[in-house]
C-alpha cells in the first residue's frame, strides 16, 4: 500500500499547526491587553485634563458660554502642545448640548477616538457625597491604536516567521526521532513479505517504540521456525493451511476423490545400513529423496509423506493424465536410481501404483499435529503392491493400466497374486526391462 501521507510529515504538520496555535494566541492575547491599555490611558488623562479644565473654567460652564475665549483657546493650544494626540476639546452643557469647542487645525476627524468626562462642582452637602454636575468635557485622542496594531503585527510576524522556522525544524527533528524506528519495522517487514523471514531490526530504544522492534524480532524468529517446519510437511498440507487460516474454515476437510497414489520402497535398506554411521545414513536419504522428489514434482505429482526410506506421493487432477505421469515418475525414478550410487552406494527400488477412490482430508488430532492425506482401499492396495515389487520393478493396478492404452515400448506382465484382506485374487501389471517413459 502507498503511503499518500506519511506518518512523520503527519507529526510534522501537527507539531508545526500547535505552534502556529500557540503563536496567534499570545498575539491576539497581546492585541487585546494592548488595547485595552491604550483606551484606559485615554480615560485616566481625560479625567485628569476635565478635572483642571472644570476647575479653571467652571464660570463658563455654569454660564453656559465661553467667557473668554481668546484666553480659552489660548490655554487649550498650550494643552495640545505639551499633548499631542490630543485633536479637539469640547464643552458641554449638562443637557449635552456643545458650549464650544477648540480644535486641531490638522485634526483628522476621522482617525479619533473620543472619550467624555463629567465637570462637577463640590456638592451641595457633605452627606449626599456627589458633586454638582455643571456640564462635560469631552477630549478627542488620534487614534494610534492602528499604527501601534501594524507595529505589533509586524513585529508578531517577524518573530512569528522565527518561531515558525524554529519550529519546523524542530517538529522534523521530534517526527524524525518517532518515525525512525517505525520506518525500520516497515522496511524489515517489506522484506519479510518478500519472503526474507531472516531479517531482524536493532532494539536501540527502552519505550513502546523500542518494545515493538523487539517484538517484531521476536515474530520474525517465530517465522524462521514456521519457516524450516514447511518442510516437515507435504506442499498441499500447507496449501489446505493456509487455505483455512484465509478463508476462515473452520469446519472438517474431507471429500471422495480419484487419484493415483505412488508407494516407493529401498529395497534391504535396513540390511544394508547395519553398519553405517547415522549422519551417513541421513545423508544418504537426503540426498536420494532431493532426486526423487524432483522426478515426482516434474510429472505432475507431490510429496504426501516419508516413511522411513519409503515415499508416498499423489498424482490429483485428469486421471488418465496423472496415472500416465505416475506411472512416468516410476519409470524415470527407476533410472535414476540405476545410474545413480548415493553415498557410494547402489541402491535398487520398488515402485507401486494404483489410481481409484480415496478419502481426502485433515486427518490427525485437532488439538496437536495433523495431516492433509488419503487414506482408503486404493491406497493399502498401491503399498501392497509396491511389497510385492522385485528390486528394479514397477507394480501397477489393473485400473492404472486400462489407463496407458497400447504401450509397445514397456515389458508389461500380467500377474495374478493374493493381497491381505482381498478374497479374490488380484490382477497386477509388473513393469520391468528398459524404462522408457510414456507420452501424455
Not at 483628522?108 to 456638592?123: A, F, L, Y
Not at 457633605?126 to 462635560?136: L, P
Not at 512416468?328 to 489410481?355: D, P, R
Amino acid at each position: 500500500m502507498k503511503m499518500k501521507f506519511p506518518f512523520w510529515l503527519q507529526l510534522a504538520s501537527f507539531t508545526l499547526l500547535l505552534i502556529a496555535i500557540i503563536i496567534i494566541s499570545f498575539s491576539f492575547q497581546g492585541y487585546i491587553t494592548l488595547s485595552r491599555n491604550y483606551l484606559e490611558s485615554f480615560e485616566a488623562r481625560t479625567n485628569s485634563i476635565s478635572s483642571i479644565l472644570g476647575l479653571n473654567y467652571a464660570a463658563d460652564f455654569l454660564s453656559q458660554k465661553v467667557l473668554n475665549r481668546k484666553e480659552t483657546e489660548k490655554s487649550i493650544n498650550i494643552l495640545m502642545k505639551q499633548e499631542p494626540d490630543i485633536s479637539y476639546v469640547i464643552f458641554k452643557s449638562p443637557s449635552g448640548r456643545q458650549i464650544d469647542h477648540f480644535m486641531k487645525p490638522d485634526a483628522d476627524i476621522k482617525n479619533v477616538i473620543s472619550v467624555e468626562k463629567h465637570v462637577t462642582i463640590d456638592p451641595v452637602d457633605s452627606t449626599s457625597g456627589h458633586g454638582r454636575r455643571i456640564g462635560s468635557i469631552v477630549v478627542g485622542y488620534e487614534n494610534q491604536l492602528i499604527y501601534l496594531t501594524k507595529k505589533t503585527r509586524n513585529q508578531v510576524m517577524l518573530f512569528g516567521s522565527i518561531w515558525v522556522i524554529l519550529g519546523l525544524f524542530v517538529s522534523i527533528l521530534i517526527a524524525y526521532f518517532f518515525t525512525r524506528p517505525i520506518y525500520t519495522v516497515i522496511t524489515a517487514m517489506s522484506e519479510i513479505a518478500k519472503g526474507n523471514v531472516n531479517v531482524q531490526v536493532p532494539v536501540t530504544r527502552h519505550d513502546e517504540l523500542g518494545q515493538l522492534a523487539s517484538t517484531f524480532n521476536e515474530m520474525s524468529q517465530g517465522l524462521q521456525v514456521k519457516n524450516e517446519l514447511l518442510h516437515y510437511v507435504s506442499s498441499r498440507t500447507w496449501k489446505e493451511a493456509h487455505n483455512r487460516i484465509r478463508y476462515k474454515e473452520d469446519e472438517i476437510i474431507a471429500a471422495r476423490k480419484n487419484i493415483t497414489v505412488l508407494f516407493s520402497d529401498i529395497c534391504d535398506f535396513t540390511k544394508m545400513t547395519a553398519n553405517v554411521s547415522a549422519s551417513e545414513i541421513v545423508s544418504m536419504l537426503n540426498e536420494y529423496f532431493v532426486d526423487m522428489t524432483e522426478i515426482i514434482q516434474k510429472n505432475g505429482g507431490y510429496i504426501d509423506k516419508f516413511i522411513g526410506d519409503a515415499i508416498m506421493a499423489i498424482f490429483d487432477g485428469s486421471p488418465q493424465e496423472k496415472a500416465i505421469g505416475a506411472v512416468n515418475a516410476g519409470l524415470e525414478m527407476q533410472k535414476t536410481v540405476k545410474f545413480t550410487l548415493y553415498n557410494a552406494k547402489e541402491l535398487y527400488i520398488k515402485v507401486g501404483i494404483n489410481f481409484g477412490e480415496v478419502v481426502v482430508g485433515d486427518i490427525g488430532s485437532m488439538k496437536s499435529r495433523r495431516d492433509f492425506t488419503c487414506i482408503g482401499e486404493v491406497v493399502n492396495r498401491a503399498q501392497r503392491m509396491q511389497s510385492l515389487c522385485r528390486p528394479g520393478e514397477i507394480v501397477i493396478g489393473e485400473s492404472v493400466y486400462s489407463m496407458m492404452g497400447n504401450v509397445t515400448q514397456l515389458e508389461i506382465r500380467p500377474d495374478k497374486v493374493t493381497m491381505k484382506g482381498v478374497s479374490e485374487p488380484v490382477t497386477i501389471y509388473r513393469i520391468g526391462g528398459e524404462m522408457e517413459k510414456l507420452d501424455v
